[in-house]
């Protein structure tokens, strides 16, 4: 378990503050984000590489920025992707005036946050490109490589793409690069037990005595598939076997090879499977370059390791010989730090500019201190079923969907109580800090949605029950426009949905909105639980879509629970209107 820590909230913050404290020499912090870039950057006319994703992976993914690596990193809380806000800013202060290259593995939360900044920054002329890493092979079958996940094949996609950049390669030829790495790049994993997040003691999936999962996770998942525990040398065949059998048709032998351990497997034990790993690749044909043994890509205090090969043709493998100098990741002599221009950060890389005070309706005054109560309403119920949200999660996810959750909404209720005007204001402040600290898919998808219900208020408009139903119309479609997720997909969408159609109908029968409420929160319960019947077809969760049948999804009976804490204020409050 994870043993050293202080505030469990804090641990991601506390731990870029060492590592910051430890290696200035090579990074320095990205003002105002939660992101780390290399002393002295960017560089006037240099394509800067990003990365990035949540903590809890180290060396991942601030461990690699430096020379002839990424320019830059951007870090999520544990196991949750970076907020939008956070991304953002990290592009804005490593824009040297050549492009942005972001590359990160493909999850759904980084791609719908990443995704948003980079519009952000384009609508600002800064050109953004993204590669995802692909790598594993356990997450999606051949031909549909698209849908696979990124684990430790990070490393070549990011080496290649960061030497190409510090070589003075165009954006365009960083990105043909990139491509090309990942579409040769291929990883499989096995874990032997879980990790324990920081605060908890239990960890997030057990193995049986005597087994170990094939294809696992690195954000505390468990594998697609458990078998008997086996020897260093038959180990060593489980993991080449599967990697040959994708060898791409134009790989002429030559590959990058490293075995990786996951945190809990150390590298005496990786030496006993390397030992077995390289003369079956030899076997094989394969021309192994300049090999590595260690923990490049962890998931916290997890037992495990994976095998990642990279096919190399005589670009890449310059690129994977070229110099590097970073705090977890050196190779070859560099001819020292090149010459960063120090550039002036913008506004926005320290925060952006201030919103303008909206002139707001009496009336929606008074809605908006309803609004606020709502909230407070939803982070008291999601802190009373934060462990058991956690536990659904952990089933066929990372388990921090409580913990995320709670983190979003103690930010969203802080900014709502703080934020002076109308309805809209308020749900707009309050979403965009659910987004920018809850970070992860439900992070972000929370935070557009209060944002969107907020736009669809307004501050200047008399809030009615049929202005509610529309903003909640409106922020459920929202999520599916950003989810690309439908009903039936076993996400949040299985409870808001009903929950929306149920209270239009109510509404359009003439009850009361409290009663409507009421009846519509009812309606999300139960379609929450129905989510059991079904398996995960987006998100975190496909890859292990069997494991998650029995049990309901955890956004939806988060959104559940959610809709039921405002049905109980809105019910209160007409009380205190009736007795009042």
Known sequence: MTHVFNDPVSFKDEMLEGFLSAYGRYVERVPGASGVMRAGAPREGKVSVIIGGGSGHYPAFCGVVGVGLADGAVMGDIFASPSTEQAYRVGKALDGGAGILFSYG???????NFNAAEERLRAEGIDCRTVLVTDDIASAEAGDEGRRRGIAGDLPVFKAAAAAGDRGASLDDV??????????????????????????SEPMFTVEPGRMELGLGIHGEPGIRSVARMSAQELAQTLV?????????AADGRAGVFLNGLGATKYEELFVVWKDVAPALDAAGVRIVLPEVGELVT?????????????????????????????????????????????????AADGGPATEDVAASPESVRAAAVARKVLDAMEATIAKNEKELGRLDSVAGDGDHGTGMLRGFR?????????????GTVLREAGMAFGDKAGGTSGMLWGEMLVAAGNALGDTETPTPARGAAAARRAAETVQTLGKAS??????????LPFVDALDAGLGAGKPLPDAWAAAAGVADESAQHTAEFAAKVGRSRPLAERSIGTPDPGAISMALCVAAASDVIARVRDQRDHG
């Open 487 to 496: 009903l039936g997909d076993k996400t949040l969408l299985d409870a808001l």
């Open 411 to 423: 930010a969203a209720t802080a900014a709502g109580h703080a934020a002076e005007g109308g309805t």
């Open 299 to 347: 998931s916290l205090n997890m037992a495990g390791c994976s095998l990642t090969v990279f096919w190399l043709d005589d670009e890449l493998e310059e690129l994977w010989a070229a110099p590097a100098d970073t705090p977890a990741f050196r190779r070859g002599q560099v001819s020292g730090a090149p010459a960063f221009d120090r550039r002036e950060r913008s506004a």
């Open 106 to 112: 493909n999850y759904a939360g980084d791609v719908l």
């Open 175 to 200: 990105e043909r690069i990139a491509l090309k790495a990942n579409a040769r790049t291929r990883s499989f994993g096995v874990a032997f037990a879980g990790c324990t997040l920081p605060g908890k």
């Open 241 to 249: 076997k599967p990697l040959l059998a994708e060898r791409p048709e």
